[in-house]
């Protein structure tokens, strides 16, 4: 399985609008996407501007699907001009 986590710090400003979004994104994850297995949408109770996200997919092939999805396309657009820091990392889940 190919685990995908990403570390978000969003504007102030816009940290109440990216959780909502952040969270139909993952709905549209895990409905749409039959390789998208755990799409987890995690909040810092300390800091209302960070978010982190665990998401399984079956391998590579199935996370680049998702990244050329329309649902995940229309989600970068909108958040994009929120984000302040972004960092991702991949592993193998064993």
Do not use: G
Not at 46 to 67: G, P, Q, S
């Amino acid at each position: 399985m190919y685990v995908v986590v990403v570390e978000f710090t969003i504007d102030s400003e816009h940290a109440a609008a990216f959780k909502r979004r952040v969270i139909q994104q993952a709905s549209d994850s895990l409905q749409l996407e039959t390789d998208c297995h755990v799409f987890d949408v995690c909040f810092d109770p300390e800091r209302e501007n960070y978010v982190l996200l665990y998401e399984v997919y079956t391998d590579k092939a199935a996370f680049d699907a998702h990244l050329a999805a329309p649902h995940f396309l229309d989600f970068d657009a909108t958040v994009r001009p929120w984000v302040s820091d972004r960092k991702l990392s991949t592993l193998e889940r064993q």
